[in-house]
Structures are given as C-alpha cells and as structure tokens.
C-alpha cells in the first residue's frame, strides 16, 4: 500500500486516489484540423516511462487532481503539485 | 520415538481426536506438542511419495505436521499443528493420507520413487494431453480437504496502525530494542508470533541484568504495555508492502483473528533464525527432528521427545540441547560432523567426523549407522546450523551477502526505515544480540547483559555432497530429493529460481524455511560454485500462509459492494414489494405476491391506463453551478445545453473522448448559472467525477462549481394519463397546464414546507412528473401521492414494468443498449455531430474513418417472426459471407409486451437503421430464430401519449 501525498490533504492511502493521466499531454483542438494519427495518439499513446514519471492523479476523497511526481520502478514519490492556477 | 511427560501431567486434560483415536492434552499445547506426548510419531504423509512423516520443527518452519483440524464445527484445512494451540475438543486428521497417516494406502508410490523424479509427470503425461491425466495424479498428491460447506463469517477486522519503530519478534535483541525505543521516548508497537514473549529465552537459561531470561522478557513486556506501547503476541508480520507498510496476522483468544496494517518510521526486524536439518539418506523418517524443536518441546510443554537420543551436528549449539534433553533424563549421543568437536567437561558421548550413513525404522526411527557402526536410538535430532529469518528484508528489496563465518545469508545493508537485528542479522550470541538491539531501539547507554559469557555456537558447515547412493532429502514438504537437484543441474535448470520452479523446491506452503539453504548449497556443489555465487531465491510475502478471511476482512458477503437503499425501502416493504439491485441501488422490482411477469404486466398496463407511482430516486442529480456552468455542461454534452430557456430541460448524451455513448440522461437549465445534470442512477459517481475532471482540467474552477446533491433527494415519479392530475393533488404551487409546464419543462416549489422540485420528463413515453424533495419529506411526499392516486386508480409501479415500459418507447439504457463501441449517430441522432460548432467531449472521435464507416452496428427494434415469446438477451444476429457464419449483432433488450401484445425487443444491427423492415435470422445457444428488424419505438411514435 503506498502513500500519496495530496497537496491539500496531505499523506493518504493509494486506494483514495485514483489514476488520471500522464502529465503534458495536450487536447489537439480544434477537432476539424486535428489529423486522425494526432487524435489516435492522444487518445491511445502513453508514454508509460520505466523509473521517473509525471502523472495527474485525483484524490477521490477531496476531488482535486494534481501532478504527482514518482518513480514506476521504485514506487519513490519524488514530488506532488496543486494545478491550481497561482500556486506552484 | 517414545516421546514422554515431565513431569506427569495432573489435572483435566483437553481431549481430542487425531484421525479417530481419542486422545489428552494439556492447556499450553499446541496440537504438535499433544500429538508427541501421546506417542505419535507419523502426523502425516508427504506431497508426491506418501512417505510417512514425523513432527521436524515447532513453529511457522515445521515442513510435515499439516493437519486438518475441526473445533466448534468448523473445519480448517492445513493448519500446521505446530503453531495451533490445542483445544478441547478438536478433531485432528492428518492430510495426503488415506484412511489415515499411520496407514495409507497411497504408500506404495514410495516404491515407485525412482521413476518418478523431479518433472516426472510433465514429461510422461504430455502425450496426448496433460490435462486426460491431471485430476487423478492431484488426487493422489494435495494436501488437506476443503470444507465445501463452512462459510465463515466475514468478521475479521483490518486495524490500521502508526509508530514510530515497530518491533517484529519479542526475543532479546526484539525486546531490548523495543525497550531502549521506548526510554528514547519513541511510540513502540512489539509483534511475535509465539504465545508468550521472549523467543529463545524461553529454550535457553539466561541471567539478564539480574533476572531470569524469561522474568527480564515479561518486565519488559509490562512495562512496555503500562507505558501505553502496543504488545502483540501470537501476531505474525508476515509481509512488507510499498512504502513501508508491514502486514501482521493476530490470533486472538476467542474472537476472530485481525489483520493488522502498520506503518512505523523504522522496523526492526528481530525474527530470529531458523535450525535447518542435515542431508543424510532417509533424513525425512519419523522421529527425526530439529534440535531446536526438541529443546522447545522440553522447556515449553514438558514433552521429552525420546529417551535414547542420537543428535547430529555440525556446531556448537547443539551440545546445549543435548546437555538439556540429559538433564531431563534421555540418554544422549552426539554425532558431530566436525573432525574436532569442542572440547568440555560434561559427560556426554560424543563421535567426531560422525555422518549419518543410513537410518532404520520406516514409521519411526530405530537406529542409525554412523561410520559403519548401527547406533541403536529412538530419536534422531539434525542442527545443520541457522539459517537467520531475513524474509521482511528482502521483502523490502534488502539484499543479502553470505557470511562462510556462520555459514548463512545476513542482510548486506539495511534498507531505509528497516534495521535488522540479533539472530536473524547473524548474531547468535545473546550479549551481541542485546546490544544490537538495543542500538536498534536508539539506546546511547549500556545495554542490556547477561551474567554469563555467550553459548558457543562455532560451526563448520555440512552442506549435501551429490552423487551419494541413497534418498537424500532436500524440501521435506514438497519431496525433493539432492537427486531432483542433481537432474535438474543436468538438465541445465542452473539458477536457483529456475531449481525452484524445476523441482518445486521450496514452492510448498512452508516456503522452504527449513530447505532453501540446503538446496542451494546443493545447486552450488553440483555446478562448481560457491554459495554466494549461486545466490537465493526471492523472498516474496506472506511468510506464513494467511487465511483469505483474514486478507478479505470484512469486505465480504453484504460489505463486499454494499447496496445503496432506499429512504423509503421500508414503505415499500409493507406494500409487498420484491427488491432487486439496479446499478448499485436496491429498489421495487414489481409489488405484490403473484408470478412476477403477472405483477410486471400489471403494473404496466394499469400505469399505461391511469398513473403510476415510481421511486426514482436514484437517478442523478448533479448541480452545476457558476458564471462558466453553462460552457462546462456544454463541453460534456452531445447537445448543446446552454441555448435552452431558463425552467427547459433537454435530453443528451454524454461521450468519452473516443466518442461512445458513456450516458444518457436529461440536463434542466434552472438559470443562465446552474444547471442540473439527471444521469442513470448507475452513472452518478462517473458523471460527476468527468464533470469534475473537466472541470479542473479545462475551466477556471472559481467560476464553475460542481456537486452531486442525489443523496438529498427523494424522488417520486408520477407517470400516466392522470399524472397531471394525481401532482395537481399534491398542491406544489405550480401551474400545470401544458403552456405553463410543457413536457421538458422545471419548476421549483413547495411541499410540506420546504422547497421542492418538479420536472417533466418521461421514460415511460406517458405524461409524467418528477417530484422531488428533501430526503426527510420523502415518507410524506409518498404518502401525499398514494393518498391523490387512490381515487385516480394508481398503481405502484417498480423497476422492472419502467424497464419494459422504456423498451416499448425505444428509450435506450445506456451500457445496455449500446456498447463500448455505439456513438450517437449509431442511434440515428446526428444533428450535433453534423451542425455543432465548437469543441465537446468526444468530437474529433465522431469523424474518424471507423466512426464513419457505412456497416455500424446500429440501434433498432426486432420483431419476432416464429414465435410471440420475448427473444432471448444475448441472441445473436447472423449472416453468411463467403460460406463463413458470422454475428451481425446482437439482442439488448427483450420483453414482453401485454400492452402491444406481443414480445418486443431492442438491438444492435450491423447497418440496423437503414434495414428496416428486412428480415434476419438469430442464433441463440444452438437455437435458430428469425425477426423482422423495425424502429426501436414500437410504441406510440407519433409521442401522442405524452400529453395524453
């Protein structure tokens, strides 16, 4: 069971967040210029990287997403951002 | 081996059964302990030969003594007898063996031995098929038989716990650890997995700071627990997870065992270390046991375990159990391997250079042949040294690093929060175990001392030498013998992990505790390499095997998923209704006693003709609130929303981004800055959490606000011709004429008080309102409406006749009636896609080559040809192509319909939408149908009703 460090909460168990995406990973808009191997590879590419990694996570139990910094291979957490705006 | 008393126990005993014989134990036993003093020698059968085995060890290593064990009516299968405390009445069998261990008639296999060694099986079944063979060869090998009948309670609960060092073993090392921490000021939790604290204090005779080895253990166990630390015992910290946190298994006296997760700033891991045998031919008879554990049968339960006792050994240890087991009165001889055994005063005998040629007694151990010479004995004891329980270490990703001093594996360097101490970090002297344990705890003063200098414990290994006649074993558990290592270094399974999984070495339920060393070092003669070189297999949790209810806790049974009820499942119950789950919610499937398909069609018809009263409660209501509420429902939305009225409401999709129907429900527009998004009840925690995600992600989230308000609401639906007149009743304050609240229009206004709402929806495809209030109204407001509806005719209506009643109307469950692939355009609603400005949720996906293709599945109506019964769910729509059968879709929904009279059904159709009226064939578990493919809505099309 690992600990997630919720900006707002705090240290949590794992099983009160849940996975939202990898972090940078831009909408193709608008849809009329968007070419379908762009779409396809926001839809469907992950990078899914070995060892460091930057992903959204939500705390389901406060309902904010935030970047969580970790590594795949060690379960190390390395970092956990608000995405609020104005705040780092 | 004649195992006895001492002294004579007095007093009631505690009976028991061992594979029918009636037998008396004593309070403080453990079944292994009993089984001894009543003179049993084979407990059992072993795994592949059927060989007859005897108790090896007394706690979590023991390899043999699996038993199946009854109390109170309750079977447990496998229980290792020697960690089970004996209890009055238990019934005991012996497992792998029929009709019992003494007697089994399984026991020729031994015979066949040499042809069957280690991959035996898989190489002669595999012709023509495994699987022809499998289930006879399983029933001959397995362990214990599961009660198919017991259903335990789910009632073990998970306690979560925090300290800052968290003590695994209540030893001298574990204890002066836990001590010091506590002096340091430190929040201490201590966890051992024996019944009372003090680990090897209790088999070894020991003066620490002035008291007795066992008086200095539970003083400090006292003064632990006054202190206000947590003391566990019979609690096994069986394994260590991410970030730290260690798993325990408590057994607890007359409750249910607990699980406890916990997580400490450090772990000391004080587990002790554990005698492994020596490899000698027949080294798995019974009667040949672990030093260790006789020493422990001795000091714990008064059991001498033989009077004519031969110990082979290779260290020094040994020569205490055997001054030990003397004093209690057996005659003692000690085998040691070593060419110079160690020099001392006692007057025991004692063979230098003395290996273990052969060994008599098939059911019991008679003699031994040491160089030659027959040896006469009734008790075999093995020390081959000790192996330290590193387990939570490498669980932890600790590494190891083998040490020729000791002969064994001691962790290399410790892992951050985890400090390993005493024996199971090699240190077997007690001053040394003291004071690393102590240092352990933070202690910066002396630490804790024995008044008299360490036991000996020198020792020179004996490791397995290959290409000896005769069957040594190696894995006592799972029957591996040094020949099955010895092929599989032939065969090239050189790696110890791929020995393991060779030959199961160390794959049976008690992981190799007593075998892995000995394996390896046998891997490692065979191949010419050191111990170090050839390395350990990896230490993977648990340590003991734990029971599923102890993992499962008591999220089993009603807790697994809880059902949401309700407000007013009580009301409903004193109508009569029969509950069902829809989407998580338990709610009226039909009312009253008759055939349920009778109540359905009722229902039905009777809402059809005047007006039924429905719980709908558990559709969605999502509040979303703001200056940007409107762009948000919007973006989420197949529909535009936003263009609507202020009191309008509209009914939509919402899309995943690869453009598939996620949900389906209304939205109404209470004002330019809030918006009510009405989802399926199964969808509410989805919906609000894309909502939110989106939310975040895209809009200025000070401006935009979204929450899930269900819970607050009762919701009752009066759906029929005299709805409107049933709500007029009701006295809510609101015009009802059809210009003043047509079909898709809200309200708000007041019941009983309080504010309310009101809504013209309809699933029915009849006039209907939605009426909700506050959950605590919810008993008056059905009470107001049962009392209006008595005069009009109506009828409570439960979730099955609104299924039926929504498929005559077309009106799509989503997830039912559209699947991971179905877009809106699949159920004939194109204008967004094809007019929408503007971005939403889904798009792009719309327009991809795929969403675009001419053959979709499409959603439709079937009508059954041949028959007038309902066309099974499920059933398949086929055609042939080129000679080849293939489904073409396939049936959503079916019901029969006494309204239309005649069964109805929904699909998805490759090219559905443009094929109606054609006929096509459907297959059905072997079974061949036709129908006739016509538009979902086989109901009122012309949606006169909904004014009706």
Request: proline share 6%; net charge neutral.
């Amino acid at each position: 069971m690992q600990l997630f460090p919720c900006p707002f909460c705090g240290l949590r168990a794992e099983t009160e967040f849940h996975f939202g995406a990898e972090a940078g990973k831009t909408r193709p808009e608008p849809a009329a210029d968007v070419s379908a191997a762009d779409w396809a590879r926001y839809l469907h590419a992950k990078k899914n990287p070995k060892g460091p990694s930057r992903e959204i996570w939500v705390h389901e139990t406060c309902g904010e997403f935030f970047l969580l910094e970790r590594d795949t291979v060690t379960h190390e957490v390395t970092g956990s951002q608000s995405l609020r705006k104005g705040e780092p | 081996m004649t195992a006895r008393r001492i002294p004579t126990p007095t007093g009631p005993g505690l009976h028991f059964t061992f594979d029918g014989r009636a037998m008396t134990g004593i309070a403080g036993d453990t079944i292994a302990s009993a089984l001894l003093a009543n003179g049993v020698r084979v407990v059992g059968r072993s795994f592949k030969y059927h060989r007859p085995r005897g108790i090896f060890g007394y706690g979590a290593e023991e390899p043999n003594a699996l038993v199946d064990v009854t109390v109170n009516g309750r079977t447990t299968p496998n229980l290792r007898a020697t960690t089970e405390p004996l209890q009055d009445g238990m019934d005991v069998r012996s497992v792998n063996a029929s009709p019992t261990a003494a007697h089994d008639r399984n026991g020729f296999l031994d015979g066949f031995s040499r042809f069957i060694p280690a991959g035996f099986y898989y190489k002669t079944f595999i012709w023509p098929d495994w699987h022809l063979f499998e289930p006879r060869i399983r029933a001959m090998a397995g362990l214990g038989r599961l009660d198919l009948d017991n259903r335990p309670a789910a009632d073990c609960p998970q306690i979560a716990a925090r300290c800052d060092v968290l003590v695994v073993g209540a030893g001298p090392a574990g204890l002066a650890a836990a001590r010091a921490a506590s002096a340091a000021g430190q929040s201490v939790m201590l966890v051992d997995d024996q019944t009372e604290p003090g680990g090897s204090l209790r088999l070894h005779d020991a003066t620490i700071d002035g008291m007795s080895g066992t008086e200095w253990a539970s003083g400090i166990v006292a003064d632990l627990r006054r202190a206000g630390h947590t003391v566990l015992t019979r609690t096994t910290a069986f394994g260590v997870y991410d970030h730290g946190l260690v798993s325990a298994w408590q057994r607890r006296e007359g409750k249910p065992d607990a699980l406890w997760q916990i997580r400490a700033k450090t772990v000391v891991v004080a587990a002790g270390a554990i005698e492994r045998p020596l490899v000698f031919p027949d080294n798995d008879r019974p009667g040949i046991m672990s030093a260790e554990a006789a020493l422990a049968y001795l000091k714990l339960h008064g059991v001498l375990v033989g009077s004519r006792i031969v110990l082979a050994t290779n260290n020094d240890r040994a020569y205490f159990v055997a001054q030990a087991l003397r004093s209690a009165g057996a005659e003692v001889t000690v085998a040691d391997t070593r060419a110079a055994p160690p020099a001392s005063a006692d007057a025991i005998t004692r063979l230098a250079g003395a290996t273990i040629d052969a060994v008599h007694g098939r059911d019991g151990v008679e003699a031994v042949n040491i160089g030659g010479q027959r040896l006469e004995c009734d008790c075999l004891l093995v020390s081959g040294g000790y192996t330290p329980t590193v387990h939570l270490h490498c669980q932890a990703g600790g590494k190891l690093r083998y040490d020729d001093q000791i002969a064994a594996f001691i962790p290399a360097a410790f892992r951050p929060g985890m400090v390993v101490v005493g024996a199971a970090n090699g240190v077997f002297g007690l001053s040394g175990a003291l004071a690393e344990g102590h240092a352990a705890g933070g202690g910066k003063d002396a630490p804790p001392s024995p008044a008299s200098p360490d036991e000996a414990h020198a020792i020179e290994p004996a490791w397995p030498v290959p290409g000896k006649p005769g069957r040594q074993w190696i894995d006592f558990q799972n029957d591996v013998t040094l020949k099955d290592v010895e092929l599989a270094a032939r065969e090239n399974f050189r790696s110890v992990e791929h020995l393991k999984r060779y030959t199961t070495l160390g794959m049976a339920t008690d992981q190799g505790k007593t075998s892995n060393m000995n394996g390896l070092a046998a891997m490692a003669a065979v191949t010419g390499r050191t111990i170090a070189e050839t390395g350990t297999t990896t230490y993977r949790p648990p340590f003991v095997p734990v029971p599923l209810t102890v993992v499962a806790g008591r999220r089993r049974g009603e807790l697994f998923n809880p059902v949401r009820r309700l407000t007013l499942e009580n009301e409903y119950r004193k109508t009569g209704a029969v509950f069902r789950e829809y989407g998580g919610w338990l709610r009226p499937a039909w009312f009253g006693t008759g055939k349920a398909e009778d109540e359905i069609a009722r229902e039905a018809l009777r809402s059809r003709e005047t007006v039924g009263i429905l719980d709908a409660s558990p559709l969605g209501k999502i509040e979303v609130i703001g200056p940007d509420a409107g762009a948000l429902v919007d973006y989420n939305s197949y529909h535009t929303i936003s263009t609507l009225k202020p009191g309008r409401i509209r009914y939509g999709f919402m899309l995943t981004e690869s453009g598939v129907i996620y949900d389906d429900g209304v939205v109404s527009k209470v004002s330019d800055e809030h918006y009510i998004v009405s989802c399926s009840s199964g969808h509410v925690a989805g919906v609000t959490a894309r909502l939110e995600e989106w939310r975040q992600d895209r809009f200025d989230p000070a401006r935009v606000f979204v929450h899930n308000s269900t819970p607050h609401w009762a919701t009752l639906t009066a759906t029929g011709p005299r709805s409107r007149d049933l709500v007029a009743a009701l006295g809510l304050g609101v015009d009802l004429a059809d210009d003043a609240l047509p079909h898709m229009a809200f309200a708000e206004c007041r019941f009983d008080g309080t504010t309310a709402r009101l809504a013209r929806v309809s699933f029915t495809g009849d006039r209907s309102y939605e009426v909700s209030v506050p959950q605590s109204k919810a008993a008056a407001l059905l009470a107001a409406m049962t009392e209006a509806g008595r005069p009009l005719g109506a009828v409570a209506l439960g979730s099955e006749a609104l299924l039926l009643m929504r498929a005559e109307k077309g009106f799509i469950i989503a997830g039912k009636d559209t699947d991971g692939t179905t877009m809106p355009h699949d159920l004939g609603i194109t204008a967004p896609r094809d007019r929408r400005k503007g971005e939403f949720v889904g798009k792009r996906s719309l327009f991809t080559d795929n969403a675009l293709r001419d053959d979709r599945q499409q959603g439709v109506g079937l009508v059954a040809v041949d028959e007038n019964v309902p066309l099974p769910v499920g059933a398949h729509g086929v055609a042939t192509r080129d000679g080849v059968r293939r489904s073409i879709g396939f049936v959503t929904s079916s019901y029969m319909s006494q309204t239309l009279g005649r069964p109805i059904a929904l699909a998805l159709i490759e090219r559905g939408l443009s094929r109606i009226g054609e006929q096509i064939e459907l297959v059905h578990l072997g079974r061949t149908m036709r129908a006739t493919i016509a538009p979902a809505c086989a109901f009122d099309p012309e949606g006169a009703r909904i004014n009706g």
